[in-house]
C-alpha cells in the first residue's frame, strides 16, 4: 500500500468536513449504555451484522484482510462483519455526511485525521482505549501522533509505510550506501552515467521532487526538517533545515542540468509496473517505502539490490537510522450503528499479534505494535527488515496532524518544482512565502 503517495492525489473530499456534523441518524456513541466493552463483558455483545469499508482492492489484499478478520469471528462468532472493498476517503465522509456511515472504516492515508478528529466524524475513542486498559504505548510514538489531533484519538493505526534508501549492488560496485547528504551526492556523481552529448543514460539518484516518491514530506526527515509551530501556523520558512534541504537538492539538480534531468526523468517507465527505472538498472539509488520489496519480488525477481535508512544532514549524524513514516487509520464513523462491535473489531484488527502478522506477511507493510515486529512468525529478510527498524527508530518522524494536510502538502510540493525549476530568484522569501499560503488557508478554516 501506498498511503501518503495516493493520499495527495485523491483526498481532497474534506475541504468542508466540518459540516460533517449534519448527520440526520447520529446513532449510538462509544461508551453509551449497554457498553462493557471490557474483559469478559464484551463476550455478552448482543448479535448483529457490522460493515466495514476499507480500501483493499486486489484479490491478494482482500484474502489477507478476510484472514485477519477470521480471528475476530472466532472470538465473537454472534458479529457478522460485512466487509466492503475499495472505498476511499471521499466516501467515508459523504457517508458521513447522509447519515449512512458504516460502523468500522479504514483509510490509506492519515492526511485527513485532523479534520475527522476536529469535526466529530470519527468518535473519539478514548473512553473506551482507557476502559478496557488498552497500552498504547506498545505502538511506537510516532504511530500515536498521526492517528490524533487536538487531543482526540479518533482512530488507531493498522499497518504502518516506512521509507527508506534502495540500492543497485551492480551498479553500486562495491560502494555503500551514503549516510549523509555529502556522501549522497558524491556517490550520486559517481554513479551517473551519460552518452557522448551528456544525456543521462543511468542516474545515482534523483533529487527532483517531481520524481516519484520524492514529496517534501518524504524527503524532510533527511534534515529533520519541522512542517509546523505550535500553533498549527507554517515553520517551512523559519525552520533552516528545509534552507538546507532545498540547497542541497537544487545544487545536484543544477549539476545534472535542469532540462537533461527532466527530459530523462519524463523517458522512465511507469512507478507502478515492471518498467520502473530502479528494476531496470537506470537509476541506481531511490527513496521509497517498504512495500516496494513486494514489487521487486513480482516484477524484478533477479535484481540483486539492498536496502538502508535514508542519508541525514551532516551536521545531524543522531537522525541516521529513521525516516519517515505514516499508515493506515482505523476507526468509528459517527452514525455508526453498532459502535461498540466496532471498538471490539478495531481492537482486535491493531492489538493482535496474529491479526498483525499475518497482514504484514501478505501485504508486505511494517506492522505497528511491537510484539507484532519481534513475532518469529513475522517475514523479515534483510530488505524489510530495515524498514522495521526505521519505523521503530525514536527519530523516525511524520507529517504532523493539519487540517489542511493536502493543500499544505501541494502547496510545498509547487514551490519545491518551481524552485528546482530556477523559477525563484530568492529563496528565503520563496519560503516565507509558502508560510503565508499556509496560514492563510488555516485561517479560512478556522485555526
Not at 551528456?198 to 519541522?226: C, D, R, T
Amino acid at each position: 500500500m501506498r498511503f501518503v503517495h495516493l493520499a495527495v492525489a485523491a483526498a481532497l473530499a474534506l475541504t468542508a468536513c466540518t459540516a460533517c456534523t449534519a448527520n440526520k441518524e447520529a446513532g449510538p456513541s462509544l461508551g453509551a449504555k449497554p457498553a462493557g466493552p471490557s474483559g469478559a463483558a464484551t463476550q455478552a455483545l448482543p448479535a448483529a451484522t457490522i460493515e466495514l469499508w476499507h480500501g483493499f482492492s486486489t484479490d491478494a489484499e482482500v484474502k489477507a484482510f478476510e484472514q485477519a478478520i477470521a480471528g475476530f469471528r472466532q472470538k465473537f462468532p454472534q458479529i457478522t462483519v460485512k466487509a466492503v472493498k475499495g472505498v476511499q476517503d471521499d466516501q467515508i465522509t459523504q457517508a458521513i455526511r447522509g447519515g449512512k456511515a458504516p460502523d468500522v472504516a479504514a483509510s490509506f492515508t492519515t492526511d485527513n485525521v485532523a479534520q475527522w478528529c476536529r469535526s466529530g466524524s470519527f468518535q473519539d475513542l478514548t473512553p473506551v482505549i482507557e476502559q478496557d486498559g488498552v497500552d498504547l504505548t506498545v505502538l511506537p510514538e510516532v504511530a500515536r501522533s498521526y492517528t490524533r489531533f487536538d487531543g482526540k484519538q479518533c482512530t488507531l493505526p493498522l499497518l504502518a509505510d516506512a521509507y527508506g534508501l534502495y540500492y543497485n549492488k551492480a551498479l553500486m560496485k562495491g560502494e555503500q550506501p551514503p549516510k549523509t547528504l555529502a556522501e549522497l551526492t558524491a556517490l550520486t556523481k559517481k554513479l551517473t552515467m551519460r552518452d557522448a552529448n551528456g544525456e543521462i543514460k543511468v542516474a545515482g539518484f534523483i533529487p527532483s521532487v517531481q520524481y516519484y516518491e520524492n514529496s517534501p514530506s518524504h524527503l524532510g526527515p533527511m534534515v529533520g526538517a519541522k512542517w509546523y509551530n505550535d500553533d498549527g501556523t507554517s515553520a517551512i520558512g523559519s525552520d533552516p533545515a528545509w534552507k538546507e534541504l532545498l540547497t542541497w537538492q537544487k545544487e545536484l539538480v543544477d549539476w545534472y542540468g535542469y532540462d537533461k534531468l527532466e527530459k530523462f526523468r519524463k523517458s522512465l517507465g511507469d512507478e507502478w509496473s515492471a518498467e520502473h527505472p530502479f528494476f531496470k538498472g537506470k537509476v541506481a539509488m531511490i527513496l521509497d517505502g517498504e512495500w516496494r520489496n513486494a514489487m521487486i519480488a513480482n516484477e524484478a525477481k533477479d535484481l540483486d539490490y539492498g536496502t538502508a535508512p535514508l542519508p541525514v544532514a551532516d551536521a545531524k549524524p543522531d537522525l541516521y537510522g529513521s525516516g519517515f513514516t505514516a499508515g493506515t487509520v482505523i476507526g468509528v464513523p459517527k452514525g455508526a450503528q453498532h459502535p461498540q462491535h466496532a471498538w471490539e473489531l478495531i481492537k482486535h484488527l491493531t492489538t493482535d499479534t496474529g491479526s498483525l502478522v499475518t497482514l504484514s506477511n501478505a501485504l508486505r507493510n511494517v506492522p505497528t505494535t511491537r510484539a507484532s515486529m519481534d513475532s518469529p512468525e513475522l517475514a523479515k529478510d534483510a530488505n524489510f527488515a530495515t524498514f522495521l527498524e526505521i519505523f521503530a527508530h525514536p527519530k523516525t518522524s511524520t507529517l504532523p496532524a493539519s487540517v489542511n494536510s493536502v493543500f499544505n502538502q501541494e502547496a510545498f510540493a509547487a514551490f519545491m518544482a518551481k524552485w528546482e525549476k530556477g523559477g525563484v530568484a530568492d529563496l528565503d522569501a520563496g519560503l516565507k512565502g509558502v508560510d503565508k499560503q499556509i496560514n492563510d488557508k488555516l485561517k479560512l478554516s478556522g485555526g
